[in-house]
């Protein structure tokens, strides 16, 4: 861990939105992870839609850097458009960190969503509504996220894309129904409320979780995404 103080900012990355809920469901979890990182300089830059930009949060920064983005897939804006953005910025000397799926914490999150959506006890499978990408990738490692989420919870959960690939939310649940499944749950692999939120509860499922949010286990993801990528930094300042 990276002393705070001497601790390059951890600049999050995220997708952006016109939904103010969205918007305001990112600064709740760059809250939770500056209270668990007292002193830690903690700032934003979305790459579509939403302001401050990456380029524009970039302009405010230089020296060493921990990129991280709040994208749970290694899509586009990772592979593209967060090295271009970075590219034009010579003023900072930067460390990107992985993508944040899948990863264990994400599963324990997802779990914890459920479980205030099924406060009774869940039962049946789970539709893991991902957003869903044309990079065949980041859809495999919506699979592999939906794995971890069925080990976590000790019941199947089939992975389903928002667009970009199939099978939707709403065919996963109509296949899971057709083959006997009376209750079938959809958890929404998204970081906070939105288009794609909205699409996701209308999927069919008998309870549809709430998106991740600032739950504390999506917090301490970002800062072992940032701790991780801070130590070839930290040794070389």
């Known amino acids: ?85 970075l590219a034009a910025a010579p003023r900072v000397r930067a460390r990107v960190a992985p993508a944040l799926g899948p990863d264990p914490l994400l599963a324990e999150a997802l779990a914890g969503r459920l479980a205030e959506a099924e ?14 990408s044309t990079e065949p990738a980041a859809n495999a490692a919506t699979e592999s996220m939906a794995g ?31 083959g006997g499944h009376r209750r079938v749950a959809v958890a929404r692999y998204l970081l906070g409320p939105g288009f794609f939120a909205r699409h996701a509860a209308r999927a069919g499922g008998s309870v549809v979780s709430e998106p991740l949010g600032a739950h504390e286990a999506v917090a ?9 990528a801070a130590l070839p930094l930290s040794a070389a300042a």
């Open 1 to 85: 861990m990276t002393a705070p103080g001497t601790a390059p900012p951890l600049l999050a990355v995220a997708h952006g939105t016109r939904d103010p809920a969205g918007m305001a469901a990112i600064g709740a979890l760059l809250g939770r992870v500056a209270a668990l990182r007292p002193g830690l300089p903690v700032r934003l830059g979305c790459v579509d839609v939403a302001r401050p930009s990456l380029t524009e949060a970039l302009a405010g920064l230089s020296g060493t850097v921990v990129v991280v983005p709040l994208l749970l897939g290694d899509g586009y804006h990772v592979r593209v458009d967060i090295p271009r953005a």
């Open 148 to 178: 971890l989420l069925s080990a976590r919870l000790g019941r199947p959960a089939v992975a389903a894309y928002l667009c970009g690939g199939s099978p939707t939310p709403a065919e996963a649940v109509s296949a899971l129904r057709a």
């Open 220 to 228: 301490r993801l970002v800062l072992r995404r940032y701790d991780r």
């Open 119 to 132: 406060p009774r006890g869940g039962g049946g499978p789970v539709v893991l509504a991902a957003a869903g």
